[in-house]
């Protein structure tokens, strides 16, 4: 299976039809694919598109709470998220 994260290919290699179907699907943040089990101590990568207003919102939060990175402030609202959700 081909990832963003694989090494680019010879040239006049042809890609299977399901990386190209991979790749168009996952470029509108379509979030309809097989959940795989997820070992603990592992890392989940994925693309977040955020409309420009979010964006803002987030940018000035971040910065009220010390200048955090965006990621930062991110993965900490996801968890205060869950820990309020009991998840």
């Known amino acids: 299976m081909m990832t963003k994260f694989s090494k680019p290919r010879p040239a006049g290699h042809i890609p299977h039809q399901a990386d190209i179907d991979r790749v168009i699907s996952g470029a ?5 694919r097989k959940t795989e089990k997820i070992d603990e101590g592992t890392e989940v990568r994925f693309t977040m598109t955020l409309p420009a207003d979010m964006a803002q919102r987030v940018d000035v939060a971040r910065k009220a709470a010390g200048r955090l990175t965006r990621l930062s402030w ?7 998220k869950l820990s309020r959700d009991g998840v």
Do not use: N
Request: hydrophobic share 60%; proline share 0%; net charge negative.
């Open 28 to 32: 509108d943040a379509v979030d309809d």
């Open 74 to 80: 991110i993965r900490m609202a996801v968890a205060e």
